[in-house]
């Protein structure tokens, strides 16, 4: 028998009503969340879940298939790229989430959407942008910032996906660089809380945030427990570090395998934190942590082989921006950022947004390999000879 749009609704409220049950009392109950633009109660899916289908089904989500993780320019298939890495955060938080009794889909929300502001090429990318960006007077470029940009003011021809507070936030908040032994939620925020948020830290990276719910403490600390084995791993098979590298008293306590690096974090995590109103590691797991992550930096993400292509990469950045930045002041119609960007987008984006911040959002949003067929082929050919 067909079921009625009444009957799907009776279901959903059933299952906010089994949330309320089951989930534990610092968790985000999907009736409590919150949208910019408030619209009908008619749709039968929870908030967050809505939220996670409205993000998997952005442009924004699809171009996570070709953005470098840390290798570019790697020929070996089995490299972590960015959609990988939101797919392994998705899980990882959600595993920790489903212990610890928290909402399950708002966690996947802020996973798979936390690095949807990634540039091309990774955090070099990230740097050479926000030197142009605060060169042309418009701040610092980070990731994360840009992760709200597109969400909220970019996407869908520049109405944005009007999702929930708790979901941007978390998305914003989740600096998985920082290393913690405990993060506790900062609850009371609003829009205008997030607004400035953004604001702030366009003008100060260092700027603390902090996420307003366990969710979002979780997905930040899933973040670096997605990547810091991974990352080892892929180093491993790009011969740039060998197993018996890794610093011993880490691995003695954590594992020397990205399999057993995950386990090990992940059990702490859920050990520490069950029933509490905060996320944490041990003190011992967090010591350990600290050190791998200092060997990441210094013989991985720093490192010559990682780093090699990066003055002609910045190059690029700065002769693409200038080139497109030219082209909305000529109102060059037959550039790639009208016929591939500006092209049907809303009146109030370009209305809210001065050519160099649309500038900034194209070259954000795009793939490694789109990014390459815009340069001068004389550049992209150099680039594809050193192919690693």
Not at 125 to 143: N, P, T
Request: aromatic fraction near 8%; hydrophobic fraction near 35%.
């Amino acid at each position: 028998m067909k079921m009625e749009k009444s009957d799907l609704e009776n279901i959903r409220q059933r299952l906010e009503r089994r949330e309320q049950e089951i989930l534990s009392p610092g968790a985000a109950l999907s009736r409590q969340g919150i949208r910019r633009h408030p619209e009908s109660d008619s749709d039968y899916r929870q908030v967050f879940s809505l939220d996670v289908d409205r993000i998997m089904h952005s442009r924004a989500y699809t171009r996570y298939i070709d953005k470098t993780q840390v290798f570019s320019f790697s020929q070996n298939d089995h490299i972590t790229h960015r959609v990988l890495h939101v797919q392994l955060v998705s899980k990882i938080a959600r595993t920790i989430g489903r212990f610890l009794r928290l909402n399950e889909d708002l966690i996947e929300a802020i996973a798979l959407g936390h690095d949807i502001g990634h540039t091309p090429f990774g955090h070099n990318g990230e740097k050479f942008l926000s030197e142009i960006c605060r060169k042309h007077g418009i701040g610092y470029f980070q990731h994360n910032v840009q992760s709200i940009q597109f969400l909220d003011k970019a996407e869908r021809k520049g109405v944005g996906w009007n999702l929930c507070l708790q979901t941007l936030d978390g998305v914003l908040c989740h600096d998985g660089e920082v290393h913690h032994q405990k993060l506790e939620p900062c609850r009371k925020k609003s829009f205008e809380t997030l607004d400035h948020e953004v604001s702030e830290k366009k003008a100060d990276p260092q700027r603390k945030l902090f996420p307003m719910t366990l969710e979002g403490c979780v997905v930040r600390f899933s973040d670096t427990i997605a990547y810091i084995g991974r990352d080892i791993e892929d180093a491993i098979r790009m011969k740039l570090i060998v197993r018996a590298d890794l610093p011993e008293k880490s691995t003695a306590r954590l594992g020397n395998t990205n399999g057993r690096i995950v386990y090990t974090l992940v059990t702490d995590m859920i050990e520490n934190s069950v029933e509490q109103d905060y996320i944490a590691f041990s003190p011992e797991v967090s010591e350990s942590l600290a050190e791998l992550k200092k060997f990441n930096y210094e013989r991985i993400y720093l490192t010559p082989q990682v780093k090699r292509h990066s003055e002609m990469i910045r190059r690029l950045f700065g002769i693409l921006f200038e080139q497109y930045l030219e082209d909305i002041q000529k109102q060059n119609q037959e550039s790639a950022i009208f016929t591939g960007f500006l092209q049907d987008m809303s009146p109030e984006y370009t209305a809210r947004h001065v050519p160099e911040e649309i500038v900034r959002d194209f070259i954000a949003g795009m793939t490694d390999h789109y990014f390459l067929r815009q340069c001068p082929e004389e550049m992209q050919q150099e680039l594809e000879k050193n192919r690693a």
